[in-house]
């Protein structure tokens, strides 16, 4: 029997164990327990089975967990522990109706935790704040939509207002969503893409000519060698370790790259290969661990490249083979000379400081992916939410150039994206920097002149609210105010406003951080029938791998007062725009004539409702996988980028010696993003609490700390306002020198709103300069 099932499971009195449980592998039994656990939480087992069998099935609904594609959509019951947590949240038996509003004041709810309110369960009917009561009273669609038109018409400019989209809307609903903001006058949409994978698809149009990534899920079938960058799959992408399971038995090489040993890199037992199961380690996943301190993958990654490059020239010596790719650099690149160049100049100390490996580290790196010959890099996280995020991406795009690593089989390049069509709404228009091109066809298909300049993203948005230069915020899905950073100011700035809306499933933090005015418009989820006059409506979503499929609901929806996000938007844009000649309602009640705009305005999507009749749906095209590159020089550009040595980390290291340690916010096991499932984060070894603070033995003892102590956080930034976070209980950890680990959002008021990634504006939530103190 598996280890696994030694696993204590949720058990609130467990103190925080210092060190993961390593000997069982991720997934597994434990696993398998945990989805029980989660539908019985939610109350709702017979359901929720019925519900999981519809999962990512060809006339079934698409995971609203993550972004990682499926096998074909056709394969055997594909279901992993977060997805069915997240379907588990969704299909819930819990219900927040207007008594409950009666019984608490808004005041009252900021009491409670965001556990707590998202433990409430499902929205029911739309909600509108009440000063005088200070709670939210019922109002109906209509009201609702009245409401939003009289503010959005008062503003002395649509600039003036800002739409948010969560990464869970549907490609019709961003679609109409981007159409009715676009016509209303501006192009404020801040994203959550702003705060995830924005260092992607801003670095890598410049170097491949496409924010994308190049493989498709039939590559890993190939791929020998995969370097997989600042990501923790077993949590946030469990599909994954399938991919990667069957890697492994093939006899790939698998390098992590991560300042963590993440437990579902060690090893995986698959829930559903009982054979796999019943072995105590599962399969060992990851071969080698490459630990570089939070930030060094930038030094990393050029040393590596460097070392490549020391290699190819030993081999011209030598006379043996070469260890370049030299027809592919000479047919499909520009830059090379200037890149090699550089790379020799760079002294091997800097690339070992900044990147915290060790010389011997970052040379077998570099042999591990010079052997290789089809290499995967996949990155999330770890590479992006820092302040040289962009020349991270493209440091790698250079790498993996170096070798032609890029449209070829079983090789290329794989941002792993985060929530489930946060992809497909870049893709349909939401992007607070539209394209000319995209914007001359919108005028084209709709007949009206858009707004040409650049909008608002997400930390500009917050600054504008602070400023009274936004004064109107909608929010299409998502917990704004949690997910963003510097808490206390996104507070304010939300409170600053005339209106704020949201459209949602479930109560959050951001529903009781308000402007004046206030609404909540609670909308249908993913599993639920999207019926209309026109018979149900399926939606279609993009996927990491940009594969669009589509999605059918098949739970009665949670109360007979909610509405689908199409209709929403449908409803609002024709309150507030009636006169635009766009037939909103028609729309809201057939899909497919969504679809037929969007194609008009995409022709990528070509005949788009055929295409996603077929099981599996179709792939867009991505033009660099078939080494087609759309920039400006139509060649692949190896860019130079200098390591950095005068960043805010240095300097606030100057000031503070080595009391100053730099920390990464990152997500447990037992969430999914703002929303906390359960207290737990089984494989690092976390039970029943959240505030905790990762630090290693040797920083712990230097700074004069214990194990289980209570500390506070105080971050250190050149700005002079105040960022604290109180309270944390030091557990001891393995992650390197200097570096420590706590949960997000819990510590979200330490990042300022003003550390950013460079170009791509991203907050650097995982490199956080702070000191540590006594509590
Ligand atoms: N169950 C579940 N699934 C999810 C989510 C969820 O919250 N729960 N969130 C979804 C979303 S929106 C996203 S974006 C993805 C996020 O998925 P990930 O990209 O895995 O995000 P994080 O959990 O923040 O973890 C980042 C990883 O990067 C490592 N890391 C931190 N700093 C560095 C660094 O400087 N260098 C390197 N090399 N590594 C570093 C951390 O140790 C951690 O393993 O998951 C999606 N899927
Ligand atoms: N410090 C720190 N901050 C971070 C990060 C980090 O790693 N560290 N990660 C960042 C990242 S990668 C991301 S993507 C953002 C996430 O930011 P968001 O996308 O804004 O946050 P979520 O927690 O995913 O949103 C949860 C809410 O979405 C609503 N919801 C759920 N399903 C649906 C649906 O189907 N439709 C609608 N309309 N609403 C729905 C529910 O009401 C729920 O409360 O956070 C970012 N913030
Ligand atoms: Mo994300």
Known sequence: MSQETLDPVSHPSKPAASEPPRKSAAAGWGALKNVAIALIRERVPGKGALTLLAQNQPDGFDCPGCAWPDREHTSTFEFCENGVKAVAAETTAKRVTREFFARHSVTSLLEQ?????????????????????????????????????????????????????????SNEAAFLYQLMVRRYGTNNFPDCSNMCHEPTSVGLPEVVGIGKGTVLLEDFDHADTLLLFGQNPATNHPRMLGELRECAKRGATIVSINPLRERGLERFASPQHVGDMLKPGGVPISSVFIRPTLGGDFALLKGVAKRVLEMDDEALTNGTGRVLDTHF??????????????????????????????LADIHRLADIYANGRAVIATWGMGLTQHKNAVANVQMLANLMMMRGNIGRKG??????????????????????????????????????????????????????????????????????VQASPDTPRTEAALRQCELTVHITTKLNRSHLIHGRDALILPTMGRTEIHATPKGAQGVTVEDSMSMVHISYGINKPASPDLLPEPAIVAGMAAALLPDAGIRWSDYANDYSLIRDDIARVYPEFGDYNARVTKPGGFHLGVASRDRVWKTPEGKAVFKV?????????????????????????????????TTVYGLDDRYRGVFGERRVLFMNAIDMQRLGFAAGQMVNLKAVWEDGIERRADGFKLVEYDIPAGCLGAYYPETNPLVPLSSFADKARTPTSKSVPVLVEAA
């Open 641 to 673: 980028h200098a390591v950095p040595t005068d960043t805010p980390i240095h300097r606030a290291r100057a000031l503070h010696g080595e009391q100053l340690m730099v920390l990464m916010t990152t997500r447990s096991h037992d969430q999914y993003n």
């Open 329 to 358: 650099i000479e047919q499909h690149t520009t830059g090379f000379e200037a890149f090699a160049d550089d790379l020799r100049a760079e002294p091997w100390d800097l690339l070992v400081r900044e990147s915290g490996v060790p």
């Open 113 to 169: 935790t965001d556990y707590e309110l998202e433990n409430h369960g499902r929205l029911t009917e739309p909600m509108v704040f009440d000063a005088a009561s200070d709670r939210y009273v019922p109002i109906s669609w209509d009201d609702a939509y009245a409401l939003i038109a009289k503010h959005l018409r008062a503003l002395p400019s649509p600039d003036m207002a800002a739409f948010y989209t969560s990464g869970r809307a």
């Open 411 to 480: 090789a290329g390049l794989c941002p792993v994206r985060g929530h489930s069509n946060v992809q497909g709404d870049r893709t349909v228009g939401i992007d607070e920097k539209p394209t000319t091109e995209f914007l001359d066809r919108l005028k084209d298909v709709y007949g009206f002149e858009p707004p040409r300049a650049h909008g608002h993203d997400v930390v500009g948005s917050i600054e504008a609210m602070l400023r009274g230069e936004v004064k109107v915020f909608l929010a299409l899905g998502g917990n704004f």
